[in-house]
């Protein structure tokens, strides 16, 4: 089993950056690739941002440019820079870990106002 607990969610203005954090606790020496994905209102759930084992990172078309995925091994915690937000930006944002399983965080908002 892998508990993901995220933080760093909130409301910030159009043009602001954010940093969320996802650690890691569990069975985590298996996993595979840790990512952010979110879901807003109507709207399916979308990858953001994944990073593999290997340090390879994969972003969603539309963050690309304006989020950095990055993690601390030594702390098991996978980080998400948000940079230049937009009001589409706006969502529940979800970890993610993957090894034979998928596991997921409880998810934190973020609003991003015009």
């Known amino acids: 089993q892998v508990q993901l607990v995220e933080s760093g969610g909130g409301l910030v203005q159009a043009g602001g950056s954010l940093r969320l954090s996802c650690a890691a606790s569990g069975i985590i020496f298996r996993i595979n690739a840790m990512g952010w994905y979110r879901q807003a209102p109507g709207k399916q759930r979308e990858l953001v941002a994944q990073i593999t084992r290997g340090g390879s990172t994969n972003y969603g078309d539309s963050v690309k440019g304006r989020f950095t995925i990055s993690r601390d091994s030594a702390k098991n915690t996978v980080y998400l820079q948000m940079n230049s937000l937009k009001p589409e930006d706006t969502a529940v944002y979800y970890c993610?870990?993957?090894?034979?399983?998928?596991?997921w965080g409880q998810g934190t908002q973020v609003t991003v106002s015009s």
């Open positions: 993610n870990a993957e090894n034979l399983n998928t596991y």
